[in-house]
């Protein structure tokens, strides 16, 4: 609850408990970071197949919107899917930025 409060208005963080006031993961710029979507948030839901082993160690991921756009997302061995939904919130510029995985 705290969480979606500061994604919506970083100042709500001051009206939490002071016991997650200092809550690393509830800091506005932790927040901020964050591109997958909660539960009832307006967002694109978008697509994947599996990834595939890059020579690199890495991975690269198919995603795609709804209506068909695609894209091929190449990712460190270590990403999360944090870091997938971030990757895709900026190639495909989602307004909101964030999507459902």
Same mark, same amino acid.
């Given at each position: ?5 500061? +994604?919506? !208005? +970083? ?7 002071? &016991?997650?006031? !200092?809550?690393?993961? %509830?800091?506005?710029?932790?927040? *901020?970071? !964050? $591109? ?6 307006? *967002?694109?839901? %978008? ?5 595939? +082993? %890059? ?5 690269? %991921?198919?995603?795609? =919107? ?7 997302? =190449?990712?460190? &061995? ?12 900026? $190639?495909? =510029?989602? $307004? ?6």
């Amino acid at each position: 609850l705290v969480f979606e409060a500061v +994604r919506q !208005n +970083r100042v709500s963080l001051r009206f939490a408990a002071a &016991c997650l006031q !200092n809550d690393p993961v %509830l800091q506005p710029a932790c927040v *901020a970071g !964050n $591109h997958i979507a909660s539960e009832g948030q307006a *967002a694109p839901v %978008l697509s994947m197949e599996p990834a595939e +082993r %890059l020579p690199d160690g890495g991975f690269a %991921l198919a995603v795609w =919107r709804p209506g068909g756009a695609q894209a091929e997302l =190449r990712l460190q &061995c270590d990403a999360t899917w944090g870091d997938v939904a971030k990757a895709a919130v900026e $190639h495909f =510029r989602v $307004h909101g930025g964030a999507v459902y995985l």
